[in-house]
């Protein structure tokens, strides 16, 4: 029995960030897939939870800024839509793993939180 348990803690582990919507109420991908799956689609919005100077000194062209220390238990004006697909991220994943949980827990229903800037392959901007 323990040697299952381990197997299945193993295989957990192995299956890396990319963990599907489930108890946390959102799903995890990796960089490329997200990158992957916004040059399939439109209608989405890319969320940026990092501070305003983070977000001001470079962000993903497109992003909107609400930092995740905002985002609380109270309707999001920027975000109308719970349904609309939500990309978020952060600087290193961190804090978009967060905000990606209390979405989630505002009822928001499409959410992919997919780590942080550090690792994003396309152009950046600044304000």
């Excluded at 957990?12 to 919507?21: E, H, I, Q, R, V």
């Excluded at 989405?44 to 930092?67: C, K, M, Q, W």
């Amino acid at each position: 029995m323990k040697k299952i348990m381990l197997l299945l803690f193993l295989s957990f582990l192995l299956a890396g960030c990319t963990a599907p919507a489930g108890d946390s109420g959102y799903r995890q991908v990796s960089m490329d897939e997200a990158v992957a799956l916004m040059d399939g689609e439109s209608g989405y919005i890319i969320l940026d939870v990092r501070t305003a100077e983070e977000f001001n000194d470079s962000h993903i062209p497109g992003a909107v800024n609400i930092p995740n220390e905002e985002i609380g238990t109270e309707e999001i004006p920027q975000l109308p839509d719970k349904d609309q697909k939500i990309f978020v991220y952060c600087r290193s994943g961190n804090r978009s793993k967060q905000a990606s949980e209390k979405l989630a827990a505002l009822g928001y229903t499409n959410i992919i939180e997919f780590g942080g800037i550090n690792s994003w392959p396309g152009e950046t901007v600044s304000e």
